[in-house]
T-cell receptor
């Protein structure tokens, strides 16, 4: 089965600082990868997804970006954080043959002050 | 109209009760359906897939009604540990992007 690693678990950053969150996947190859954000008490918002190395699709316009330098590595970045970037960031890996079935990492709780 | 809608609850039930959640979806081309469970401040975890014929896993039963475009989750003999948010997920054929409902909160009390 797949294992999704995310770090750090918790992060407190000042407004205007950069961000880099990393996600790595074990137990599968060529997965579809996703970044979600969940604000407090809200649903999951899809930020980016990737079907292969170097292939990134953005779902919402924002000051975040994503990259996939390796098959099982997905990175979420920002050059300058906003207060509204606070939230619970989740990386997920999907099986191409069973679309919709996803495995989530433990998440990073980001607070921007 | 939202693509996937759920009653946010909370559903507050005593231990041992039977509780059911519904989730409606708007896209008739939807092909894959799932229920996820999310504990407080944790990541969502797949609870079960929902097949056209329905499926059962212990105390949990999931059903799909394509004509009325909804899926359901039935939990029998509720346990305290069932307290969580239950997310409905729908995927349209050909899409890599699942659509998540906002979840239904369940609280099981002694």
């Amino acid at each position: 089965s797949q294992t999704i690693h995310q770090w750090p678990a918790t992060l407190v950053q000042p407004v205007g600082s950069p961000l880099s969150l990393e996600c790595t996947v074990e137990g599968t190859s060529n997965p579809n990868l996703y970044w979600y954000r969940q604000a407090a008490g809200r649903g999951l918002q899809l930020l980016f997804y990737s079907v292969g190395i170097g292939q990134i699709s953005s779902e919402v316009p924002q000051n975040l970006s994503a990259s996939r330098p390796q098959d099982r590595q997905f990175i979420l970045s920002s050059k300058k954080l906003l207060l509204s970037d606070s939230g619970f960031y989740l990386c997920a890996s999907g099986k191409a043959r069973v679309r919709g079935e996803q495995f989530f990492g433990p998440g990073t709780r980001l607070t921007v002050l | 109209r939202k693509e996937v809608e759920q009653d946010p609850g909370p559903f507050n039930v005593p231990e041992g009760a039977t509780v059911a959640f519904n989730c409606t979806y708007s896209n008739s081309a939807s092909q894959s359906f799932f229920w996820y469970r999310q504990d407080c401040r944790k990541e969502p975890k797949l609870l079960m897939s929902v097949y056209s014929s329905g499926n059962e896993d212990g105390r949990f039963t999931a059903q799909l009604n394509r004509a009325s475009q909804y899926i359901s989750l039935l939990i029998r003999d509720s346990k305290l540990s069932d307290s969580a948010t239950y997310l409905c997920v729908v995927t349209t054929g050909g899409s890599y992007i699942p659509t998540f409902g906002r979840g239904t909160s369940l609280i099981v009390h002694p």
